[in-house]
Structure formats: structure tokens, C-alpha cells
Nanobody, 115 residues
Framework: QVHLAETGGGLVQPGGSLRLSCTAS????????MGWYRQAPGKQRELVAV???????NVADSVKGRFTISRNNDVKLVRLHMTNLKPEDTAFYYC?????????WGQGVQVTVSS
């Protein structure tokens, strides 16, 4: 059974930085896309950043230049490094992994940007 374990998150002041990590377990299949989504209260879940097996990546326009996604295929790890955080980045952040065209989700971590 595939399990995605997220760490990181928390409370940070505007302009600060945080790093989220997510490790996949329970599978020997290669992982295709890995990514991060977020959902703020009253809003739909949205894509933040995605990275494929060949390390090609895309990030949402709203975080471009501030967030960086990376991964390590050997340990099935994906990270999201967030800098210059803004109050509008406040949301629950979810790790996503696609294996054999099936999406899997982590439980999510809270990121709060506030002074």
C-alpha cells in the first residue's frame, strides 16, 4: 500500500522560508510525477509545483521565483523549498505521487504565514 509521509510546515512570518518534504513508501514501482498541491479555506485545491522522473519541473505562476521543487528518485523523496512566503501562501499543502497512472495523496501539512 502506497503511503506518502509529509514533514515540514508550520508558522512563519511573511518573507520567511520553509521546506516541505515527502517520502513515498509501500511500492517498488517507479514513481512518475511527484508534486505539491495546496488548499486554502474556502478554495479549491490547486497545483503548486510538479516534477517528473527526469527532473523536469513546473511551478504555478503565483509561486514562480519563490518556490523550488526537487526530488531524489533513489529514496522516493520530493521537496518543496518555499522562500519569501506571503500570507496568501497560507494553506494545507498536500504531497502527490503518480504511480502507473494512479494518483496518491499524503495527509497534508499546514503552512501558515502570519506576523
Amino acid at each position: 500500500q502506497v503511503h506518502l509521509a509529509e514533514t515540514g510546515g508550520g508558522l512563519v512570518q511573511p518573507g520567511g522560508s520553509l521546506r516541505l518534504s515527502c517520502t513515498a513508501s509501500g511500492t517498488t514501482e517507479p514513481i512518475d510525477d511527484m508534486g505539491w498541491y495546496r488548499q486554502a479555506p474556502g478554495k479549491q485545491r490547486e497545483l503548486v509545483a510538479v516534477i517528473n522522473r527526469d527532473y523536469g519541473s513546473n511551478v504555478a505562476d503565483s509561486v514562480k521565483g519563490r518556490f523550488t521543487i526537487s526530488r531524489n528518485n533513489d529514496v522516493k523523496l520530493v521537496r518543496l523549498h518555499m522562500t519569501n512566503l506571503k500570507p496568501e501562501d497560507t494553506a494545507f499543502y498536500y504531497c502527490n505521487a503518480v504511480i502507473s497512472n494512479t494518483p496518491f495523496w499524503g495527509q497534508g501539512v499546514q503552512v501558515t504565514v502570519s506576523s
